[in-house]
C-alpha cells in the first residue's frame, strides 16, 4: 500500500514508523527539513519538504498513485485543504484528516465533510480520544491502562503486580485451572522493560506489568485476583479547563452515577468559558500547582486527580502534590513517552499519551481485513486488534489450536453474536464472529494476513 503521511511530528512519525515497518511505501510531507530528515534517517520512508497542502509538494509525494493520505500537521485547516486537493487533484481514495477544533467536529456541521464538500473519510480528533482515554481510566482506577473493546462487553486492563499478589509464580496455565469461570487471559507482560506475549507456562513475578483481556462483567473479579481493589470514583478534581478536561467534566455529568466534579484552569478566559458550558461542574480559576487552591478544591477528599492541562510537566508535578495532600490516585497526561518511566518512582498510578490514542484510531482505518479497533500498547511495540472474521478469512471454520499463529499473537476473546466466549484450544472460529488478538509489532503483517478478505480491501 502506498501512503502519503503529512506532518512529521510525533503521530506522523509514529504511523510512518509502524507502516514502513510492515513494508508499506511511505512518504513522509513536512515544511520543516529537519523533521524530514530525522525521519529519512531513521525509518525506512522517503521524504518530502514543503506545505502539504500544495498540489505540486503532493505530486512530488507521489499523489498520482497513492491509496491513501493521513493528514496529520499541526494545523486542522491545512489539513483539511490536503483531503481537498487529493481529492480533487489527484483521486486518492482514502482521505484521514487530524481536526482538533471542537467546532469542526460539531454533529450538526458533519455534512460538511461529505464528498461534494470537503471529501474526508475519516475525521480524527485527539481531545475526545484523549477524554474518553481519561474516562476509561477513572472507571478502572486500579489499572494504568485500559481499552473497551467489543461493544464495551470487554475491557483490556494493564495492571502492575505488586509483593502481595496472591497468584505470583502460578503457571499461567494453572490460573486458567484454577479460576475456570474467569472470562480472562493474560495476553501481554512487561518485565524488566521488555514486553512479550506470555506461554501457558510462564508465571508472573512481583514488579510485572500485565496486560489482561477479560469480559466487562468479570473486571472486577479479575483485578481481585490479581490484588487489586475496586473503589468507586465520586469525586474527581480536573487540572485544566481546555478541550479535554471539558469533555470529561461533560461526559462526568452525563452519566446516571453522580460523580462530583471540580475543575481548576489557570487562564480566567477559558475557565470562564467551561463555567458557562457545564450545568452541575464547579470551576475555580487559579493554579493547580497552588496547593492553596488545591485545598480550596478539597483534593484531599476526592478520590481521583486528573491532569490534562498542555503542559506535561505541570501534570506530572501536580499529580503529585495531590498525591502528597491525600488524594488516593493520580492520572497525568502525558505528552512527552519518555517521560513514562518517571510514572513509578512519582507515585502517579496512571497516565495517557495521546499520541497513542490518536495513532490507535488512525491505525483502526488503515489495517487490512474487517478491522473495528485497535489499541496500540507501549511505545508501538504491541497491538490490540478486533476484527470481524468473515468467511474467506484463513481463521473461518478452524479450531484455535489448528491455527498457527506466530509467537507472538494470542487470543484475547470471541464475540459470537452478543455473548463474549474465552477461548480454548477447542474453540472454533466460525465466520461472522468478531475475534480479538493481542500481537506483538513484528506479527502485525501476519496477522493482518489470517484477517484479509479480499486483496482488493481498498
Known sequence: ????????????????????????????????????????????????????????????????????????????????????????IFSIPRKIARLRAQSYLDAIYSDLYRRDHLPIDVVISPEREVAEAALQRLAAPATFDTESFMLGRAQLLGIQLDED????????????????????????????????????????????????????EDVNRALEIFGKQTKKQERVVIIGGGNVGLGVAKALEARTDRVRAKIIEKNRARAERAADSLERTIVLNGDGMDMDILLEASIDRADAVLAVTDDDKTNLLVAVRAKQAGCPMSIALVNDPTLAPLMGPLD???????????????????????????????????????????????????????????????????????????????????????????????????????????IDFF
Open 1 to 88: 500500500m502506498k501512503v502519503i503521511i503529512c506532518g512529521a511530528g510525533q503521530v506522523g512519525w509514529q504511523i510512518a514508523r509502524q507502516l514502513s515497518g510492515e513494508k508499506n511505501d511511505v512518504t513522509l510531507v513536512d515544511y520543516n527539513a529537519d523533521l524530514v530528515r530525522r525521519a529519512t534517517d531513521t525509518l525506512d520512508v522517503q521524504g518530502v519538504v514543503g506545505f502539504a497542502s500544495y498540489p505540486d509538494v503532493l505530486e512530488r509525494a507521489g499523489a498520482r498513485d497513492a491509496d491513501m493520505i493521513i493528514a496529520a500537521t499541526h494545523s486542522d485547516e491545512v489539513n483539511m485543504v490536503t483531503c481537498e486537493v487529493a481529492h480533487a
Open 165 to 216: 499478589c496472591p497468584v505470583l509464580n502460578t503457571p499461567l496455565r494453572q490460573l486458567n485451572e484454577l479460576f475456570s469461570t474467569l472470562r480472562a487471559i493474560v495476553v501481554g507482560v512487561r518485565r524488566e522493560g521488555r514486553l512479550f506475549a506470555p506461554e501457558p507456562g510462564d508465571q508472573l513475578f512481583a514488579d510485572d506489568q500485565i496486560y489482561v483481556f477479560t469480559h466487562s
Open 348 to 454: 502517579i498510578d496512571a497516565y495517557i499519551n495521546p499520541r497513542a490514542t490518536t495513532v490507535s484510531s488512525i491505525l483502526r482505518h488503515i489495517r487490512h481485513g474487517k478491522v473495528r479497533a485497535i489499541y496500540s500498547l507501549g511505545d508501538a511495540e504491541a497491538e490490540m486488534i478486533e476484527a470481524q472474521v468473515l468467511s474467506t478469512s484463513p481463521l473461518a471454520g478452524r479450531m484455535i489450536r489448528d491455527i498457527e499463529f506466530p509467537e507472538g499473537v494470542l487470543v484475547g476473546a470471541l464475540m459470537k453474536g452478543d455473548k463474549v466466549v474465552k477461548p480454548t484450544g477447542d474453540t472454533r472460529i466460525e465466520a461472522g464472529d468478531i475475534i480479538a488478538l493481542f500481537t506483538m509489532a513484528s506479527d502485525v503483517r501476519e496477522v493482518e494476513r489470517l484477517l484479509q478478505v479480499s
